[in-house]
RNA sequence: GGCCCCGUCGUCUAGUCAGGCCUAGGACACCAGGUUUUCAUCCUGGUAACAGGGGUUCAAAUCCCCUCGGGGUCACCA
Protein backbone atom coordinates (compact mmCIF):
# COMPACT_ATOMS: atom_id res chain seq x y z
CA UNK A 1 0.00 0.00 0.00
CA UNK A 2 1.65 3.77 -0.93
CA UNK A 3 1.41 6.62 1.01
CA UNK A 4 -1.66 9.21 0.56
CA UNK A 5 -0.89 11.74 -2.17
CA UNK A 6 -1.25 15.06 -0.14
CA UNK A 7 -0.01 18.21 -1.92
CA UNK A 8 -0.02 22.17 -0.93
CA UNK A 9 -0.17 25.02 -2.22
CA UNK A 10 1.78 28.35 0.21
CA UNK A 11 0.76 31.78 -0.65
CA UNK A 12 2.79 34.19 1.13
CA UNK A 13 -0.30 36.89 1.92
CA UNK A 14 1.47 39.73 0.81
CA UNK A 15 0.06 40.87 -1.98
CA UNK A 16 -2.38 39.61 -5.00
CA UNK A 17 -2.77 36.15 -6.36
CA UNK A 18 0.02 36.06 -9.18
CA UNK A 19 -1.41 34.24 -12.63
CA UNK A 20 1.46 31.79 -12.84
CA UNK A 21 0.54 31.13 -8.65
CA UNK A 22 -2.47 30.36 -10.04
CA UNK A 23 -1.76 28.18 -12.38
CA UNK A 24 1.24 26.16 -9.82
CA UNK A 25 -1.77 25.96 -7.39
CA UNK A 26 -3.83 24.39 -10.41
CA UNK A 27 -0.70 22.11 -10.91
CA UNK A 28 -0.67 21.35 -7.39
CA UNK A 29 -4.47 20.81 -6.64
CA UNK A 30 -5.08 18.46 -10.10
CA UNK A 31 -2.38 16.41 -9.22
CA UNK A 32 -3.86 15.62 -5.80
CA UNK A 33 -7.00 15.16 -7.49
CA UNK A 34 -6.11 13.05 -10.01
CA UNK A 35 -4.90 10.71 -7.28
CA UNK A 36 -7.42 11.20 -5.32
CA UNK A 37 -5.40 12.30 -2.96
CA UNK A 38 -5.85 15.71 -0.61
CA UNK A 39 -5.06 19.17 -1.36
CA UNK A 40 -3.47 21.80 1.44
CA UNK A 41 -3.62 25.39 1.48
CA UNK A 42 -1.21 26.60 3.92
CA UNK A 43 -0.85 30.82 4.44
CA UNK A 44 3.06 31.41 4.58
CA UNK A 45 2.82 34.48 6.84
CA UNK A 46 5.89 34.83 8.18
CA UNK A 47 7.04 37.51 7.09
CA UNK A 48 4.73 40.24 9.85
CA UNK A 49 5.98 42.72 7.98
CA UNK A 50 4.72 42.05 4.59
CA UNK A 51 1.53 39.62 5.64
CA UNK A 52 -1.71 41.09 5.34
CA UNK A 53 -5.00 38.76 6.52
CA UNK A 54 -6.89 41.25 2.98
CA UNK A 55 -4.35 39.24 1.08
CA UNK A 56 -5.26 35.92 2.46
CA UNK A 57 -9.14 36.49 2.06
CA UNK A 58 -8.37 37.71 -1.45
CA UNK A 59 -6.44 34.54 -2.13
CA UNK A 60 -8.83 32.38 -1.21
CA UNK A 61 -11.87 33.64 -2.91
CA UNK A 62 -9.16 33.40 -5.80
CA UNK A 63 -8.96 29.78 -5.30
CA UNK A 64 -12.90 29.81 -4.57
CA UNK A 65 -13.81 31.32 -7.91
CA UNK A 66 -11.24 28.84 -9.95
CA UNK A 67 -13.17 25.99 -8.39
CA UNK A 68 -9.46 24.72 -6.66
CA UNK A 69 -10.83 23.37 -3.44
CA UNK A 70 -9.06 22.54 -0.52
CA UNK A 71 -9.50 19.37 2.05
CA UNK A 72 -7.34 21.53 4.94
CA UNK A 73 -6.72 25.03 5.16
CA UNK A 74 -6.60 28.36 7.37
CA UNK A 75 -10.50 28.75 6.77
CA UNK A 76 -11.77 25.17 7.11
CA UNK A 77 -9.16 23.52 9.40
CA UNK A 78 -7.77 20.13 9.38
CA UNK A 79 -5.89 17.42 11.44
CA UNK A 80 -2.52 19.10 10.64
CA UNK A 81 -3.49 22.38 12.03
CA UNK A 82 -3.07 25.11 12.43
CA UNK A 83 -2.87 26.24 8.28
CA UNK A 84 -1.07 30.07 8.88
CA UNK A 85 2.96 29.73 9.74
CA UNK A 86 2.47 32.23 12.06
CA UNK A 87 0.47 29.89 14.21
CA UNK A 88 3.15 27.21 14.41
CA UNK A 89 6.27 29.43 15.46
CA UNK A 90 6.66 27.64 18.66
CA UNK A 91 7.03 24.40 16.89
CA UNK A 92 9.42 25.71 14.30
CA UNK A 93 11.40 26.96 16.96
CA UNK A 94 11.00 23.50 18.93
CA UNK A 95 12.21 21.95 16.05
CA UNK A 96 15.17 24.65 16.10
CA UNK A 97 16.21 23.60 19.81
CA UNK A 98 16.23 19.66 18.52
CA UNK A 99 18.48 20.09 15.74
CA UNK A 100 21.01 22.73 18.20
CA UNK A 101 20.59 20.23 20.45
CA UNK A 102 21.71 17.44 17.96
CA UNK A 103 24.50 19.89 16.34
CA UNK A 104 22.78 20.35 13.13
CA UNK A 105 22.49 23.85 14.03
CA UNK A 106 24.77 26.66 15.36
CA UNK A 107 24.62 30.35 16.80
CA UNK A 108 26.26 32.74 14.54
CA UNK A 109 27.19 36.30 15.76
CA UNK A 110 28.10 37.89 12.97
CA UNK A 111 26.75 41.37 12.30
CA UNK A 112 24.91 42.44 8.98
CA UNK A 113 27.50 44.61 8.12
CA UNK A 114 30.56 42.02 8.50
CA UNK A 115 28.20 39.68 6.14
CA UNK A 116 28.20 42.21 3.59
CA UNK A 117 31.63 42.58 3.37
CA UNK A 118 32.31 38.76 3.27
CA UNK A 119 29.74 38.68 -0.05
CA UNK A 120 31.49 41.46 -1.55
CA UNK A 121 34.78 39.90 -1.22
CA UNK A 122 33.50 37.35 -2.58
CA UNK A 123 31.75 38.16 -5.47
CA UNK A 124 34.76 40.58 -6.86
CA UNK A 125 36.64 37.30 -6.49
CA UNK A 126 33.74 35.71 -8.73
CA UNK A 127 33.03 32.85 -6.26
CA UNK A 128 29.63 31.63 -5.24
CA UNK A 129 28.51 33.98 -2.24
CA UNK A 130 27.46 32.40 0.93
CA UNK A 131 28.68 32.70 4.78
CA UNK A 132 32.39 31.90 5.48
CA UNK A 133 31.49 30.08 8.67
CA UNK A 134 33.56 32.45 11.06
CA UNK A 135 30.60 30.75 13.48
CA UNK A 136 30.59 27.67 12.59
CA UNK A 137 33.04 26.09 15.08
CA UNK A 138 32.52 28.18 18.38
CA UNK A 139 33.40 26.46 21.55
CA UNK A 140 30.59 26.18 23.63
CA UNK A 141 31.86 28.33 26.63
CA UNK A 142 32.48 31.28 24.36
CA UNK A 143 29.27 30.70 22.93
CA UNK A 144 27.86 31.05 26.37
CA UNK A 145 29.71 33.70 27.11
CA UNK A 146 29.16 35.21 23.95
CA UNK A 147 25.10 34.82 24.66
CA UNK A 148 25.33 35.79 28.19
CA UNK A 149 26.82 39.23 27.37
CA UNK A 150 23.43 39.45 25.31
CA UNK A 151 25.16 39.92 21.83
CA UNK A 152 22.03 38.78 19.65
CA UNK A 153 22.91 35.56 17.19
CA UNK A 154 21.00 33.59 14.29
CA UNK A 155 20.94 30.38 14.22
CA UNK A 156 22.28 29.01 11.09
CA UNK A 157 22.23 25.15 9.59
CA UNK A 158 25.27 23.65 9.45
CA UNK A 159 25.65 21.78 6.02
CA UNK A 160 27.66 19.23 5.80
CA UNK A 161 30.55 17.86 3.22
CA UNK A 162 29.16 16.08 0.38
CA UNK A 163 26.66 16.86 -2.08
CA UNK A 164 22.52 16.08 -2.76
CA UNK A 165 20.88 14.57 -5.93
CA UNK A 166 17.30 14.46 -5.81
CA UNK A 167 15.03 12.86 -8.53
CA UNK A 168 12.49 16.31 -9.49
CA UNK A 169 9.50 14.83 -11.25
CA UNK A 170 9.74 17.56 -13.78
CA UNK A 171 13.66 17.42 -14.52
CA UNK A 172 14.79 14.32 -13.80
CA UNK A 173 18.32 14.06 -11.73
CA UNK A 174 19.82 17.14 -10.23
CA UNK A 175 22.73 17.45 -8.25
CA UNK A 176 23.93 20.15 -5.86
CA UNK A 177 27.30 20.38 -4.37
CA UNK A 178 27.31 21.23 -0.54
CA UNK A 179 30.10 23.42 -1.44
CA UNK A 180 27.62 25.69 -3.14
CA UNK A 181 25.13 25.22 -0.43
CA UNK A 182 24.95 27.92 2.03
CA UNK A 183 25.09 27.50 6.00
CA UNK A 184 21.46 29.11 5.92
CA UNK A 185 19.84 31.17 8.71
CA UNK A 186 17.37 28.84 10.30
CA UNK A 187 16.19 31.41 13.14
CA UNK A 188 16.57 35.18 12.62
CA UNK A 189 18.03 37.30 15.33
CA UNK A 190 14.78 38.44 17.00
CA UNK A 191 13.96 34.83 17.20
CA UNK A 192 11.63 34.30 13.95
CA UNK A 193 12.17 31.36 11.88
CA UNK A 194 12.83 31.91 8.57
CA UNK A 195 11.33 30.10 5.05
CA UNK A 196 13.29 27.13 4.56
CA UNK A 197 12.59 26.15 8.44
CA UNK A 198 8.84 26.31 8.34
CA UNK A 199 8.46 24.80 5.15
CA UNK A 200 10.20 21.57 6.07
CA UNK A 201 8.59 21.34 9.40
CA UNK A 202 5.31 22.20 8.40
CA UNK A 203 5.60 20.30 5.28
CA UNK A 204 7.19 16.97 7.12
CA UNK A 205 4.01 17.92 10.24
CA UNK A 206 1.44 17.64 7.64
CA UNK A 207 2.66 14.59 5.61
CA UNK A 208 2.92 16.43 2.54
CA UNK A 209 4.07 13.42 -0.34
CA UNK A 210 4.59 15.63 -2.97
CA UNK A 211 6.02 19.05 -3.17
CA UNK A 212 5.20 20.63 -6.26
CA UNK A 213 5.80 24.27 -6.51
CA UNK A 214 7.66 27.51 -8.89
CA UNK A 215 10.83 26.90 -10.34
CA UNK A 216 12.31 29.68 -7.65
CA UNK A 217 12.50 27.39 -5.34
CA UNK A 218 14.61 24.59 -7.01
CA UNK A 219 17.43 25.78 -5.13
CA UNK A 220 16.36 25.51 -1.79
CA UNK A 221 15.64 22.20 -2.77
CA UNK A 222 19.17 20.56 -1.49
CA UNK A 223 18.67 23.00 1.83
CA UNK A 224 15.39 21.41 2.47
CA UNK A 225 16.49 17.51 2.00
CA UNK A 226 19.75 17.81 4.08
CA UNK A 227 17.49 19.37 6.94
CA UNK A 228 14.75 16.24 6.37
CA UNK A 229 17.47 14.12 7.06
CA UNK A 230 18.85 15.38 10.20
CA UNK A 231 15.45 15.13 11.34
CA UNK A 232 15.06 11.71 9.99
CA UNK A 233 12.16 12.39 8.34
CA UNK A 234 10.75 11.16 4.96
CA UNK A 235 11.65 13.43 2.09
CA UNK A 236 8.99 13.82 -0.24
CA UNK A 237 8.67 13.87 -3.56
CA UNK A 238 10.10 17.19 -5.92
CA UNK A 239 8.47 18.75 -8.48
CA UNK A 240 9.29 22.15 -9.75
CA UNK A 241 7.15 23.33 -12.74
CA UNK A 242 8.57 26.84 -14.91
CA UNK A 243 7.75 30.15 -14.62
CA UNK A 244 4.96 32.08 -16.53
CA UNK A 245 7.59 34.40 -18.54
CA UNK A 246 5.78 37.96 -20.18
CA UNK A 247 6.31 38.56 -23.90
CA UNK A 248 10.10 39.53 -23.56
CA UNK A 249 10.83 36.36 -21.88
CA UNK A 250 11.26 37.63 -18.98
CA UNK A 251 9.54 36.79 -15.36
CA UNK A 252 6.06 38.71 -15.67
CA UNK A 253 6.34 41.87 -13.62
CA UNK A 254 3.47 44.73 -13.01
CA UNK A 255 4.60 46.83 -16.46
CA UNK A 256 4.06 43.93 -18.37
CA UNK A 257 0.38 44.08 -17.95
CA UNK A 258 -2.05 41.90 -15.78
CA UNK A 259 0.06 40.21 -13.28
CA UNK A 260 -3.16 39.25 -10.93
CA UNK A 261 -5.56 36.05 -11.16
CA UNK A 262 -8.16 39.01 -9.96
CA UNK A 263 -7.14 41.13 -12.98
CA UNK A 264 -8.60 38.35 -15.32
CA UNK A 265 -11.51 38.38 -13.00
CA UNK A 266 -12.16 41.36 -13.00
CA UNK A 267 -12.09 41.63 -16.93
CA UNK A 268 -14.55 38.97 -17.44
CA UNK A 269 -13.15 36.01 -18.44
CA UNK A 270 -15.14 32.76 -18.41
CA UNK A 271 -13.51 31.08 -14.81
CA UNK A 272 -13.49 28.01 -17.37
CA UNK A 273 -11.59 29.59 -19.79
CA UNK A 274 -9.00 30.77 -17.75
CA UNK A 275 -8.51 27.16 -16.14
CA UNK A 276 -8.68 25.57 -19.44
CA UNK A 277 -5.45 28.49 -20.64
CA UNK A 278 -3.55 28.28 -17.55
CA UNK A 279 -3.42 24.65 -18.02
CA UNK A 280 -2.26 24.71 -21.47
CA UNK A 281 0.70 26.61 -20.04
CA UNK A 282 3.04 23.99 -19.56
CA UNK A 283 0.63 21.10 -20.31
CA UNK A 284 -1.11 19.47 -23.36
CA UNK A 285 -3.89 16.71 -22.43
CA UNK A 286 -2.92 14.95 -25.98
CA UNK A 287 -1.36 17.32 -27.65
CA UNK A 288 -4.41 17.64 -29.76
CA UNK A 289 -7.37 18.85 -27.60
CA UNK A 290 -7.21 22.64 -27.07
CA UNK A 291 -10.59 22.86 -25.08
CA UNK A 292 -11.29 20.84 -21.88
CA UNK A 293 -12.70 20.74 -18.77
CA UNK A 294 -11.79 21.36 -15.19
CA UNK A 295 -13.15 17.14 -14.78
CA UNK A 296 -10.92 16.32 -17.83
CA UNK A 297 -7.61 18.06 -16.77
CA UNK A 298 -7.92 16.63 -13.42
CA UNK A 299 -8.77 12.96 -15.16
CA UNK A 300 -5.37 13.15 -17.60
CA UNK A 301 -3.64 15.10 -15.49
CA UNK A 302 0.17 14.51 -14.58
CA UNK A 303 2.82 16.46 -13.28
CA UNK A 304 5.94 14.12 -14.87
CA UNK A 305 4.68 15.76 -18.43
CA UNK A 306 4.79 19.40 -17.44
CA UNK A 307 7.12 21.27 -19.59
CA UNK A 308 10.58 21.67 -18.45
CA UNK A 309 10.92 25.29 -19.95
CA UNK A 310 9.01 28.52 -19.52
CA UNK A 311 6.19 29.51 -21.11
CA UNK A 312 5.15 33.08 -22.26
CA UNK A 313 1.89 34.67 -21.80
CA UNK A 314 -0.65 33.90 -24.74
CA UNK A 315 -2.76 36.24 -23.78
CA UNK A 316 -4.87 36.07 -27.65
CA UNK A 317 -5.24 32.20 -26.95
CA UNK A 318 -7.04 33.05 -23.58
CA UNK A 319 -8.83 35.69 -25.75
CA UNK A 320 -9.96 32.79 -27.77
CA UNK A 321 -10.44 30.14 -25.47
CA UNK A 322 -12.71 32.80 -22.97
CA UNK A 323 -15.11 33.32 -26.69
CA UNK A 324 -15.12 29.60 -27.25
CA UNK A 325 -16.66 29.28 -23.77
CA UNK A 326 -18.76 32.19 -24.19
CA UNK A 327 -20.26 30.61 -27.34
CA UNK A 328 -21.08 27.50 -25.20
CA UNK A 329 -22.79 29.79 -22.76
CA UNK A 330 -27.14 30.56 -22.98
CA UNK A 331 -28.44 33.59 -23.62
CA UNK A 332 -29.27 33.92 -20.28
CA UNK A 333 -25.93 32.92 -18.58
CA UNK A 334 -24.40 35.29 -20.83
CA UNK A 335 -26.71 38.14 -19.62
CA UNK A 336 -26.31 36.70 -15.91
CA UNK A 337 -22.36 37.20 -16.45
CA UNK A 338 -22.43 39.94 -17.99
CA UNK A 339 -24.71 41.93 -15.96
CA UNK A 340 -22.29 43.70 -13.71
CA UNK A 341 -20.78 45.19 -16.69
CA UNK A 342 -23.68 46.34 -17.93
CA UNK A 343 -24.65 48.05 -14.19
CA UNK A 344 -21.21 49.50 -14.56
CA UNK A 345 -21.99 51.15 -18.17
CA UNK A 346 -25.19 52.79 -15.99
CA UNK A 347 -27.05 50.65 -19.37
CA UNK A 348 -29.35 48.40 -17.21
CA UNK A 349 -29.86 47.11 -13.19
CA UNK A 350 -30.54 43.88 -12.25
CA UNK A 351 -34.41 45.15 -11.81
CA UNK A 352 -34.28 46.42 -15.30
CA UNK A 353 -33.09 42.82 -16.35
CA UNK A 354 -35.74 40.88 -14.35
CA UNK A 355 -38.57 43.14 -15.68
CA UNK A 356 -37.72 42.36 -18.81
CA UNK A 357 -35.78 39.18 -18.84
CA UNK A 358 -36.90 37.80 -22.37
CA UNK A 359 -36.13 41.38 -24.23
CA UNK A 360 -32.67 41.21 -22.53
CA UNK A 361 -31.79 37.46 -23.89
CA UNK A 362 -32.59 38.22 -26.52
CA UNK A 363 -30.54 41.16 -27.18
CA UNK A 364 -27.53 39.68 -25.36
CA UNK A 365 -27.95 36.28 -28.20
CA UNK A 366 -27.00 39.22 -30.39
CA UNK A 367 -24.18 40.49 -28.83
CA UNK A 368 -22.90 36.87 -28.02
CA UNK A 369 -20.85 35.56 -31.08
CA UNK A 370 -19.33 39.02 -31.12
CA UNK A 371 -17.92 39.54 -27.63
CA UNK A 372 -14.47 38.19 -26.02
CA UNK A 373 -15.11 38.74 -21.95
CA UNK A 374 -18.15 39.68 -20.78
CA UNK A 375 -17.20 43.08 -20.10
CA UNK A 376 -17.22 43.49 -23.56
CA UNK A 377 -21.05 43.11 -23.59
CA UNK A 378 -22.24 46.86 -22.82
CA UNK A 379 -20.23 48.26 -26.03
CA UNK A 380 -22.13 45.65 -27.85
CA UNK A 381 -25.29 47.05 -26.49
CA UNK A 382 -24.76 50.65 -26.03
CA UNK A 383 -27.17 51.26 -28.98
CA UNK A 384 -29.62 49.88 -27.70
CA UNK A 385 -30.20 52.04 -24.88
CA UNK A 386 -29.22 55.22 -26.85
CA UNK A 387 -31.86 58.43 -27.34
CA UNK A 388 -33.85 57.33 -30.48
CA UNK A 389 -33.17 61.07 -31.69
CA UNK A 390 -29.20 60.92 -30.91
CA UNK A 391 -27.61 57.53 -32.18
CA UNK A 392 -24.07 57.75 -31.89
CA UNK A 393 -23.32 57.41 -35.78
CA UNK A 394 -19.96 55.58 -36.59
CA UNK A 395 -17.72 57.36 -39.61
CA UNK A 396 -17.51 54.35 -41.18
CA UNK A 397 -21.34 53.84 -40.84
CA UNK A 398 -22.34 57.17 -41.80
CA UNK A 399 -20.21 57.17 -44.83
CA UNK A 400 -21.87 53.66 -46.09
CA UNK A 401 -25.11 55.52 -45.62
CA UNK A 402 -24.40 58.80 -47.26
CA UNK A 403 -22.99 56.91 -49.73
CA UNK A 404 -26.67 55.09 -50.76
CA UNK A 405 -28.25 58.28 -50.11
CA UNK A 406 -32.36 58.51 -48.37
CA UNK A 407 -34.34 57.64 -51.44
CA UNK A 408 -34.42 53.79 -50.60
CA UNK A 409 -34.40 54.01 -46.53
CA UNK A 410 -37.85 56.63 -47.06
CA UNK A 411 -39.62 54.29 -49.38
CA UNK A 412 -39.30 51.38 -47.55
CA UNK A 413 -40.43 53.31 -44.38
CA UNK A 414 -43.44 54.32 -46.02
CA UNK A 415 -43.52 50.64 -47.44
CA UNK A 416 -42.69 49.41 -44.05
CA UNK A 417 -45.10 51.36 -41.47
CA UNK A 418 -48.01 49.32 -41.36
CA UNK A 419 -45.89 46.49 -40.63
CA UNK A 420 -43.59 48.35 -38.21
CA UNK A 421 -46.42 47.00 -35.45
CA UNK A 422 -45.99 44.71 -32.27
CA UNK A 423 -45.38 42.36 -32.01
CA UNK A 424 -42.85 42.29 -35.11
CA UNK A 425 -41.44 39.18 -36.45
CA UNK A 426 -38.09 39.84 -37.58
CA UNK A 427 -38.07 36.77 -39.62
CA UNK A 428 -41.28 37.37 -41.72
CA UNK A 429 -40.15 40.99 -41.98
CA UNK A 430 -36.74 40.48 -43.21
CA UNK A 431 -38.28 37.86 -45.80
CA UNK A 432 -41.24 40.68 -46.89
CA UNK A 433 -38.44 43.23 -47.09
CA UNK A 434 -36.06 40.95 -49.07
CA UNK A 435 -38.84 40.72 -51.64
CA UNK A 436 -39.81 44.32 -51.58
CA UNK A 437 -36.07 45.13 -52.66
CA UNK A 438 -36.22 42.52 -55.21
CA UNK A 439 -39.18 44.16 -56.71
CA UNK A 440 -37.91 47.60 -56.61
CA UNK A 441 -34.80 46.50 -58.41
CA UNK A 442 -32.52 48.11 -56.24
CA UNK A 443 -29.21 45.79 -54.44
CA UNK A 444 -29.67 45.26 -50.80
CA UNK A 445 -27.04 47.43 -49.35
CA UNK A 446 -28.89 50.82 -51.02
CA UNK A 447 -31.35 50.08 -48.00
CA UNK A 448 -29.28 48.32 -45.37
CA UNK A 449 -26.55 50.31 -44.91
CA UNK A 450 -28.40 53.25 -44.52
CA UNK A 451 -30.80 51.23 -42.28
CA UNK A 452 -28.36 49.83 -40.44
CA UNK A 453 -26.74 53.36 -39.60
CA UNK A 454 -30.36 54.73 -38.33
CA UNK A 455 -31.12 51.72 -35.94
CA UNK A 456 -27.21 51.56 -34.58
CA UNK A 457 -25.28 53.95 -35.73
CA UNK A 458 -22.97 51.16 -36.50
CA UNK A 459 -21.27 49.91 -39.89
CA UNK A 460 -21.67 46.39 -38.79
CA UNK A 461 -23.32 44.27 -36.30
CA UNK A 462 -26.50 41.89 -35.60
CA UNK A 463 -29.35 41.04 -38.50
CA UNK A 464 -30.93 44.14 -38.71
CA UNK A 465 -34.29 42.83 -38.24
CA UNK A 466 -33.37 41.45 -35.27
CA UNK A 467 -32.28 45.08 -34.44
CA UNK A 468 -35.81 46.23 -35.34
CA UNK A 469 -37.62 43.98 -33.02
CA UNK A 470 -35.31 45.05 -30.29
CA UNK A 471 -36.03 48.57 -30.56
CA UNK A 472 -39.61 47.74 -31.14
CA UNK A 473 -41.97 49.25 -33.38
CA UNK A 474 -41.93 53.10 -31.82
CA UNK A 475 -38.40 53.35 -31.71
CA UNK A 476 -37.82 51.69 -34.74
CA UNK A 477 -39.55 54.84 -36.63
CA UNK A 478 -38.41 57.19 -34.10
CA UNK A 479 -34.72 56.51 -35.48
CA UNK A 480 -35.56 56.39 -38.75
CA UNK A 481 -37.55 59.74 -38.95
CA UNK A 482 -35.03 61.14 -37.27
CA UNK A 483 -32.17 59.80 -38.90
CA UNK A 484 -33.45 60.33 -42.64
CA UNK A 485 -33.06 64.23 -41.37
CA UNK A 486 -29.85 63.74 -40.10
CA UNK A 487 -28.54 61.69 -42.90
CA UNK A 488 -29.54 64.12 -45.60
CA UNK A 489 -27.95 66.98 -43.34
CA UNK A 490 -25.07 65.21 -43.31
CA UNK A 491 -25.15 64.45 -47.24
CA UNK A 492 -25.61 68.40 -47.97
CA UNK A 493 -22.27 70.50 -48.45
CA UNK A 494 -21.52 72.75 -45.85
C1' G B 1 30.10 36.40 -12.12
C1' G B 2 29.32 31.22 -9.32
C1' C B 3 25.71 27.47 -9.17
C1' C B 4 21.16 25.26 -11.09
C1' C B 5 17.50 24.75 -14.95
C1' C B 6 15.95 25.24 -19.95
C1' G B 7 16.29 25.66 -25.72
C1' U B 8 10.69 22.15 -31.73
C1' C B 9 6.72 27.23 -36.22
C1' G B 10 5.96 34.55 -33.95
C1' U B 11 3.20 32.14 -29.42
C1' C B 12 1.19 27.58 -26.58
C1' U B 13 2.57 22.71 -27.60
C1' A B 14 2.76 16.90 -29.61
C1' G B 15 6.93 14.01 -30.68
C1' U B 16 12.55 13.22 -26.82
C1' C B 17 12.63 8.87 -21.44
C1' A B 18 12.09 3.11 -24.68
C1' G B 19 16.50 6.35 -32.17
C1' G B 20 13.40 4.43 -37.69
C1' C B 21 5.98 5.04 -38.15
C1' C B 22 8.54 12.83 -38.51
C1' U B 23 9.34 14.99 -46.33
C1' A B 24 8.04 17.10 -37.65
C1' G B 25 1.35 16.81 -35.93
C1' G B 26 -2.37 20.19 -33.48
C1' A B 27 -3.90 25.11 -31.71
C1' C B 28 -3.63 30.63 -31.38
C1' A B 29 -2.08 34.60 -34.40
C1' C B 30 -1.30 35.93 -39.54
C1' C B 31 -2.48 35.54 -44.98
C1' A B 32 -5.91 33.84 -49.01
C1' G B 33 -10.65 31.96 -50.43
C1' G B 34 -15.95 30.49 -49.26
C1' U B 35 -20.78 31.30 -46.50
C1' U B 36 -23.42 35.97 -44.88
C1' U B 37 -27.70 42.18 -45.64
C1' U B 38 -23.01 44.22 -42.80
C1' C B 39 -19.63 43.03 -38.63
C1' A B 40 -18.75 38.75 -36.22
C1' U B 41 -19.28 33.54 -36.23
C1' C B 42 -18.46 29.30 -39.17
C1' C B 43 -15.90 26.35 -43.20
C1' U B 44 -11.58 25.44 -46.57
C1' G B 45 -6.57 26.25 -47.80
C1' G B 46 -1.66 28.51 -46.99
C1' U B 47 2.99 30.73 -44.79
C1' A B 48 5.95 29.13 -40.62
C1' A B 49 10.19 25.39 -36.29
C1' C B 50 13.93 20.70 -34.45
C1' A B 51 19.48 27.30 -31.59
C1' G B 52 24.62 26.17 -33.90
C1' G B 53 28.70 22.72 -34.40
C1' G B 54 30.86 18.12 -33.66
C1' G B 55 30.31 13.00 -32.64
C1' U B 56 27.76 7.68 -31.88
C1' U B 57 24.66 4.83 -35.41
C1' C B 58 22.64 1.51 -41.25
C1' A B 59 19.37 5.52 -39.20
C1' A B 60 19.22 11.34 -34.60
C1' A B 61 14.25 16.44 -33.20
C1' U B 62 15.21 12.01 -30.19
C1' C B 63 21.72 9.47 -27.35
C1' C B 64 26.83 12.00 -26.05
C1' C B 65 30.15 16.43 -26.07
C1' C B 66 31.11 21.57 -26.98
C1' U B 67 29.44 26.46 -28.17
C1' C B 68 25.75 30.03 -28.16
C1' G B 69 21.19 31.86 -26.25
C1' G B 70 17.39 32.41 -22.39
C1' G B 71 15.73 31.93 -17.39
C1' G B 72 16.14 31.09 -12.05
C1' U B 73 18.97 31.86 -7.71
C1' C B 74 22.83 33.78 -4.79
C1' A B 75 18.84 37.83 2.15
C1' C B 76 18.23 37.58 9.35
C1' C B 77 11.88 37.53 1.67
C1' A B 78 9.03 33.68 0.59
Same mark, same amino acid.
Request: charge should be negative; hydrophobic fraction near 40%; include cysteine.
Given at each position: ??????????????????????????????????????????????????????????????????????????????????????????????????????????????????????????????????????????????????????????????????????????????????????????????????????????????????????????????????????????????????????????????? #????? !? $????????? +? =?????? %? /????????????????????????????????????????????????????????????????????????????????????????????????? #????? !? $????????? +? =?????? %? /????????????????????????????????????????????????????????????????????????????????????????????????
Amino acid at each position: MTAPVRTRFAPSPTGPLHIGGARTALFVWAYARHHGGQFILRIEDTDPERSERRWEDEILDGFRWLGIDWDEGPDVGGPFGPYRQSERAAMHLGVAAQLRRAGWAYPCFCTRERLDAVREQQQARRETARYDGLCRDLDDETVKRRIDAGETFVLRFRVPEGSTTFQDQIRGRVTFEHAEVDDWVMVRGDGAPTYNLVCVCDDSAMQISHVIRGEEHLVNTPKQILLYQALGEPIPSFAHVPLMLAVGGKKMSKR #DGDTA !L $ADYRRKGYP +V =EAVINF %L /ALQGWALDGETEVFSRQQLVEHFDVGVVSKSGSVFDLQKLSWLSEQYVRTESPGQVLDHGLPYLESAGLANAAAVAADRAWFERATETARERITTYS #DLPDQ !L $AYLFAADDA +V =EYDEKA %L /AAATKQGTVHLAAWHAWARERLVEPIDAAALGAATKDWIGESGIKLPQLFQPLRCVLSGKPGGPDLFEIVALLGAARTTARIESGLARLTAAAEPS
